[in-house]
C-alpha cells in the first residue's frame, strides 16, 4: 500500500521557521525522485523543490531558492523540507510527490499559514 504522509505544517509569523516532513512507505523509496509543490486558494500548484533519488542534486524555484532547502533521508524513507525566512506568500497547502518513469504518487498535503 503506497503511501506519503506529510507532517510540520502549522501557523507561523513572518520571519519564522518550518520543518515539513514526508513519510513514504509501500514503494521502493531510493528509487524515486522526491519534489515538493504547493498550492495557495485560487491558485495552480506551483512546483517548489526537487531532489534526485539519492540526494546528489537538488533545485528550487525562484520563489523559494536561499530559504528552503530539501534533503532526504533513505534509511529511512522521509524527504524533508527546510522553510527559513518564510513569507505571508508562502501559505499554502504543501504536498510531496515521488515521481519515477510513468509512476507517480502524491501526498494528501500539509497546511503552512504564514501571518502575522
Known amino acids: 500500500q503506497v503511501q506519503l504522509v506529510e507532517s510540520g505544517g502549522g501557523l507561523v509569523q513572518p520571519g519564522a521557521s518550518l520543518r515539513l516532513s514526508c513519510a513514504a512507505s509501500?514503494?521502493?523509496?531510493?528509487?524515486?525522485?522526491m519534489r515538493w509543490y504547493r498550492q495557495a486558494p485560487g491558485k495552480e500548484r506551483d512546483f517548489v523543490a526537487h531532489?534526485?533519488?539519492?540526494?546528489?542534486?537538488?533545485n528550487y524555484a525562484d520563489s523559494v531558492k536561499g530559504r528552503f532547502t530539501i534533503s532526504r533521508d533513505n534509511a529511512k524513507n522521509t524527504v524533508y523540507l527546510q522553510m527559513n525566512s518564510l513569507k505571508p506568500e508562502d501559505t499554502a497547502v504543501y504536498y510531496c510527490?515521488?515521481?519515477?518513469?510513468?509512476?507517480?504518487?502524491w501526498g494528501q498535503g500539509t497546511q503552512v499559514t504564514v501571518s502575522s
Open positions: 509501500g514503494f521502493t523509496f531510493s528509487n524515486y525522485t
Open positions: 531532489i534526485s533519488s539519492i540526494g546528489g542534486f537538488t
Open positions: 510527490n515521488a515521481k519515477r518513469a510513468t509512476v507517480d504518487y
